[in-house]
Structures are given as C-alpha cells and as structure tokens.
C-alpha cells in the first residue's frame, strides 16, 4: 500500500521535478503518488454532493438517495411533490444504535452501508434494515434503536408485479410466482429443459463463480394479471470453454457462445402467461435472435397502459429490419404495426447511447415510436393502425431519449443533442413537443449535459448536468423548465487542494477535413508549457459509444468513463492524455455513426490522427514524435490496430480485453457492424479478414503490451492468444500479460494500472518506472 507522505505538503508534491526526458532518469515514486491520488476511487472521496442516484418509496414519487458531504455519506429524502428534503435519519444517532446492537464501533461519519430497505416491503418506513457486512439489523429511525435482524431478504432474484403482490423468479428452467411474503410458490411452467428455458439463458461462468442469481426477463402486464416472458433456445449453439488454473486442479467452465457465421445462435420466442390460470400461450411468429432481446432491444415488450394488448419488436440478424408488432392481451391476432430498415443496420426504437427504449404505447391505442426513416433519429405518432399520425420531430439533430409522455397536455419530452448552436453537439438537452410536432421548448437552458430522470406520478424531472470543466449539479424541474429546488451541487475544492485539474475541450476536423469533432484534452497537474510532452491517445472505437466523457470527470454520471480510461491519472505522469470522439462514435446522424460500417478495422484511427495532427500544430509542447495509445476491449482492439495500420505514428499501446478478430467475438456485435460473414472460398478468407489484428501482425514496429484475464467470458483469450500466434510467427517482439482468473474488466485493476503506468513511462518517456510500486486497490 502506498499513499502520499504526510510530510509531503501539496507545493512540494505538485512542485515535484517532471518525469525525466526521453532516454534518461528514473520516474520518482512521487509522482506515481500523485497520480494514485487521482485514480477514481481516491478522486471521488475528494468531492461532495455529486451523485444523486434516487430509490423510490412504494407511492413512486418520494425518493431517497445516498450523498457525500464534509460531515460523511448521508441519506437525503426528498418529496419532490412540497420540495420538502431532509435527512433520511440522524448519522451519529444511528451509528450509537448499531454499535451497541453489533457490540462493535460503528461511526456516524463512515456509516459501512451503501444502501437500506424499509420493512415489511417498503410499507413501515420508520424501521430499517441495513447490512454490516454479512450481519443484518433491523433500525427504528425515529426510536433509534436497532436490533439483529433474520438474513436480509434477497430480492435480486425476483420481479415483482406491479401491484407488488407477486414476485417472478426463474427455477429449473421454469417460471415460477410467489406471493409477496409467502412461502409457498406457484409454478407456471412445467416443460423448461436445459438449453430451452424460461426467461433466463446459461449462466456465465462469472455468474456461477460469483454464484450470482439469474433473473427472468419478464414483462408484468400494468394490472399485474399476466406476463409475457421470453423462452430461451440455446440448442445446439457452440460452446466456449475457460480454465481457472490456479488450484491443483484446473477448473473447466462450458457456455453457449454464438460467433459470426454460425448457423445456430441463441433465439427466443414470447409467451404470454395467466396468473390465475397459470395458462400459457405462445406468441406466433418466427423466433429471433437473443441479441435483440438483451443487447439490442432495450425493453422490446411492452404492454398497453390497460392491459389489453402487447406490443413488441422483432428483429433480424444484422440487423438490417426492426418490425412493432402487437396482439391481444391472450397473445392472438399477432399484426403489424411499423417497420424499419436500413442498408447500415437499425437502432430499433432506442436511445442512441444508453440503450434505453424509445418508443412508448399510450393510452388510446397510439405508439410513440422513435426511427431514423429521414437519416437522423426522430420521433414519430403512430396509430393503432400503423398510419403515421404525426412527425413529432424533425432537423438535423437526433433525440437522444424519450423521457415520458402527458397524455392530458398533449405533450412529449425527450433529450435530444446538436439542435442548438453553439453547444456541445453531444450534450444532451431537455425538450418538450406537442404530439403534432408544434411548440418545440427547451427545457434546460443551462450550456451543459443533463441527465433526466422522470419523477413517477409527479410532472417534475430530476436534472444533473454537469461538463467536464463544470461540476454536477442536481435540481428538481418542472415541466415548464423551471428549477423548483436545487437539491445537490457538488464541491470539488479538495480534489482541486491535491492538484487535480478539469479535462479541456477541443474541436478538430476528422479525416475529410471537413466534418468537426470534438475531445477532451488532459494535462498534469505540474504543467509546464515551456516543456515538452508525450501524447497518449486513450481510445475506444464504438460505434455509437465514446471514450470521451463531456461531463465533470469524477462524478457517477462518468463513472464508467473514469474507471475505463483513468486517464487523470496517466496524465499526472507526465504526459499528454487526449480522447477523441471519431466518426462511429458520435450519434449525431446516421451517415456519421455508420461512417465505416462493413470495415471495423477503420475503428475511426484515421480520425483520431488528424486531430493529434491538429492539435500537434496548435500546441508546441505536444511531441507528436512521441505517440502512444491504449484502450480496453473495443479499445484493445483498436489501440493494437493502430499500432499495425499507422506503425510510423504510432510509437507505443497497451490493449487490455481485446476482441482482436470479431470473427471469435459475440456474434451480435460483428454482425451488427461489420455485417453478417460471408466466406469467399475462392481465396480462403471471409469480409471479416481484413480486420483482425492477425492479418496484420506482420506490420508492428513500436513496443506492445497485450493483457487479457483468463476468465474473461465476454472477450474470450482466445482473440489474444491467437493475435500472440500471428506475431510469433511474424518474428515480432511484444509484451503479453494473461491475469490468473481475472474476467472481462481490467480497466481498476491496481497491478494492470501499474503495469500501463510503468510502459509508458519506460517506451514512451524513456524513464525507469520506480521499482515495484503498489497501488492500493480500490475499497471493497
């Protein structure tokens, strides 16, 4: 474990001499101190009211939410309905009650819970349950008094119904309810077997390792009489298999895994089941493929807002055709309602970035539905019919998602980017619209990213927006765009004491010379713009998903991001960290996130080029002579294809995870980008070649690193192990890591940190990394 000395004040760690010039020096254990300090897990203990995650009480419209402030984590509770907020209960109050129930210290200001539940189901909110470790204890908030409580329930396994009288959950490849609080189980199917079941598909080897339960994929109908749930065929799909070799005796995991090309993928059909009658009826049709349902679809069922009909998508593989259909609430009558299609592929009625469904049933028998028939993502009033009432949107800007419709008023709302000018085309922003597409409003006129949440049954939103120079803050909205109440802004003063510094914006022209895109630079905090610094490209290819974080770096809105790149961190070491969103990676029209469809290894390199190229012009003190690039997964791949298609700019990469040849990776994801696989038997090869990194081992030239763990069931070893083959066989040198059961992500893991930090500052810098450094992992 290594933190910074308590000697070392904050002039003299930031007054810290730079990392050595190329060829000379060692890299003081100093500055890989700084650059911990701003790993995010050590970042984020240094702001305050940043993050505003709410859970519902049962009336869906009060919520609480856990905070950080000067004083420690607390508990907000807020009624959005009065703007009343308060806290949840008394910390030091709280903490005294625990300690005397747990016979152990407990402190009010390091509360060790991150969540609490109500009693009896939410129903007595003046007791709690919170967990201490693997001890549970039952909290009277007003009494403060606490007691041991029974195992706290766990709920993760269940879906509960609407009326919150039944709980679904999955067992021996059926499907099974159980009211609320009984015992007792009712099972609705009976004829689930192994590779076809109910609502839920193979474990993963992650999931039986970590013995995490599967939860059913079902759709409760709004008055909680039936659901639809998807049945689940994996027959005769080929499997993958991995090893943990760290016990005397190697452990094997087997899992279905569809690759492209392959003639049998995961498909699915839907059932609709009666409670009551515990019937089941199957939805005709033919069955679609799995990656629809859970990569693709967001949520492809739902019901009608009165329960008499079911609405859902159906799509190909590619996919190429996205159709909404519907049937009664039986499941007869299958018919339908819109189709879409694409040369490219669909999007299928969801949000662009996030995954979320964009399209909604309303009460009289319309659907709003999102496409990009016109080449940009809009929102459409259908009829029951399928007749296109109304274009609701139009312009060249996309709608990001759709937030909730007032049915009364009229009036839609959604996030939409690039409409205004002058603002970040990525920045999503808040709108309002009649359903005949008149009276366009925006809503948030504040220059940042919102993030929008709907307040159930109350017409507010809750808005965080934040940017990354700007830090998040948090307020309830009316729907005519006011600020009702300011509920959290965060303080970031204390990351600021230890030297951090926001990310800086820029804006370049992509490869045509034309079209304008946009990064975010990073900088040490020690900068000295007299001197000269390596530049390390941080990159993730897409498509429709960014390296770049437009927001505040260090808040949960980012989160992700900051865990992904850590590139605050990388920079604090003396170099130059920049983040580009190429064409594939923005959304803001289709002609620009399909830009290299059908050619995956493009992985927008020739754009992230030319803005260094740019910014190399515009700024002395980046040493474009000195290039390095690194990325996880998606980026894995695309940080090693850079090192072999521009070896000349090229210089250095480290690739963790990396799906180096799409033809070994998930067939859902090659075959949506780069289309389905087609052989030409004349020549041995296929219009995936091309693309994998193996095809082109023979061209590197610069120092590589490639990591991957051997657990790792999304990207399996196998595209590295096979990217070591080529370049073993090409006679090429490089750097291999294969981390003893470790899965897919790597991008916290403290000894891979570590390792990246050391081979950059080695084969980019030209300094000796400080022996040994340990990076204190993240808190458990």
């Not at 998606?634 to 480290?654: E, H, I, Q």
Request: one cysteine or more; proline letters at 6%.
């Amino acid at each position: 474990m290594t933190t910074t000395p308590s000697h070392l004040t904050r002039a003299s760690v930031l007054g810290a001499v730079l990392l050595a010039a190329p060829g000379t020096g060692v890299a003081q254990t100093v500055d890989y101190q700084r650059a911990e300090q701003l790993l995010t897990w050590n970042a984020m203990r240094k702001v305050t009211g940043d993050q505003v995650a709410p859970a519902w009480y049962r009336d869906s419209t009060r919520f609480w939410y856990r905070v950080m402030t000067a004083r420690g984590p607390e508990f907000v509770t807020v009624n959005p309905t009065t703007g009343a907020r308060s806290l949840l209960f008394d910390n030091g109050r709280l903490a005294a009650a625990l300690s005397l129930a747990a016979d152990t210290a407990v402190v009010g200001s390091k509360l060790p819970f991150q969540t609490v539940t109500f009693e009896n189901e939410g129903r007595d909110e003046q007791r709690i349950r919170v967990r201490l470790g693997k001890r549970g204890f039952t909290c009277d908030r007003v009494a403060y008094t606490c007691a041991t409580a029974d195992t706290l329930p766990v709920r993760t396994r269940y879906v509960r119904s609407p009326d919150e009288r039944w709980d679904a959950f999955a067992s021996g490849n059926n499907l099974w309810v159980r009211k609320v609080g009984a015992t007792d189980s009712i099972q609705l199917t009976t004829d689930g077997a192994d590779g076809y079941a109910y609502g839920v598909g193979s474990p993963s080897p992650t999931q039986v390792r970590r013995k995490l339960p599967s939860v059913p994929q079902v759709t409760w109908s709004p008055d909680s009489k039936k659901l639809v749930v998807p049945r689940i065929d994996e027959r005769g799909v080929e499997k993958f298999v991995l090893y943990s070799s760290t016990s005397s005796r190697p452990t094997y995991y087997l899992y279905p895994y569809a690759l492209p090309g392959d003639s049998i993928v995961q498909t699915y059909v839907n059932y609709v089941i009666d409670i009551a009658t515990r019937t089941s009826k199957r939805i005709e049709g033919p069955a679609q493929p799995l990656m629809s349902f859970f990569t693709f679809g967001g949520r492809p069922v739902q019901w009608s807002p009165s329960s008499d009909r079911i609405y859902y998508t159906r799509v190909d593989r590619g996919p190429k055709h996205v159709q909404l259909m519907a049937v009664d609430a039986n499941g007869n009558a299958p018919c339908l309602i819109i189709a879409d299609s694409s040369k490219t592929y669909v999007i299928g009625g969801l949000e662009l970035i996030g995954g979320r469904t964009n399209w909604r049933p309303l009460k009289n028998g319309d659907v709003i539905w999102f496409s990009e028939r016109d080449g940009s993502g809009h929102l459409y009033d259908v009829g029951r019919d399928g007749t296109i009432k109304h274009q609701i949107t139009s312009g060249d800007w996309v709608v990001s998602a759709l937030v909730t419709v007032d049915e009364v008023a009229g009036r839609v709302f959604f996030t939409a980017r690039g409409r205004e000018p002058g603002r970040h085309p990525d920045y999503d922003l808040l709108y309002s619209v009649g359903r005949d597409g008149t009276g366009l409003t925006l809503l948030t006129p504040e220059d940042a990213d919102h993030q929008i949440t709907a307040v159930p049954n109350a017409p507010l939103f809750l808005d965080t927006y934040s940017r990354v120079d700007l830090p998040p803050v948090t307020v309830l909205r009316a729907r005519d765009g006011r600020v009702v109440k300011e509920l959290e802004r965060a303080d970031v003063s204390a990351l600021k004491a230890i030297g951090w510094r926001p990310g800086e914006v820029f804006h370049a022209k992509a490869r045509d010379g034309t079209t304008e895109i946009m990064g975010v630079i990073y900088k040490p905090s020690n900068f000295d713009s007299t001197k000269s610094y390596p530049v390390i490209d941080h990159i993730y290819p897409g498509p429709l998903i960014s390296p770049v974080s437009d927001r505040f770096y260090p808040t949960r809105e980012a989160f992700s991001y900051s865990m992904f790149g850590q590139v605050q961190a990388l920079a604090e070491l003396g170099f130059i960290v920049v983040e580009i969103n190429a064409l594939g990676n923005t959304p803001r029209n289709k002609s620009l996130y399909t830009a290299w469809y059908g050619d995956m290894g493009d992985n927008g390199i020739p754009d992230h080029t030319a803005a260094i190229k740019q910014l190399g012009a515009r700024f002395h003190w980046m040493d474009l002579s000195r290039v390095g690039i690194y990325g996880h997964s998606g980026g894995g791949f695309a940080s090693t294809d850079a090192m072999l298609r521009y070896p000349d700019f090229f210089k250095v990469a480290v690739s963790t995870s990396g799906n180096h040849d799409n033809r070994s990776y998930y067939h859902g994801w090659g075959e949506r980008f780069q289309g389905l696989l087609v052989k030409d038997t004349l020549h041995s090869t296929d219009n995936f070649a091309a693309a994998a990194n193996k095809t082109l081992a023979s061209n590197l030239k610069g120092k590589l690193f490639l990591i991957h763990g051997d657990l790792d069931d999304n990207v399996h070893p196998a595209n590295t192990i096979a990217l070591v083959d080529a370049l073993v066989k090409a006679n090429k040198k490089f750097d291999l890591l294969i981390l003893p059961d470790a899965t897919h992500d790597l991008t916290s893991h403290p000894y891979v940190i570590r390792r990246t930090w050391d081979f950059f500052v080695e084969n980019l810098m030209g300094a000796r990394p400080p022996a040994d450094y340990a990076i204190s992992p993240p808190p458990q």
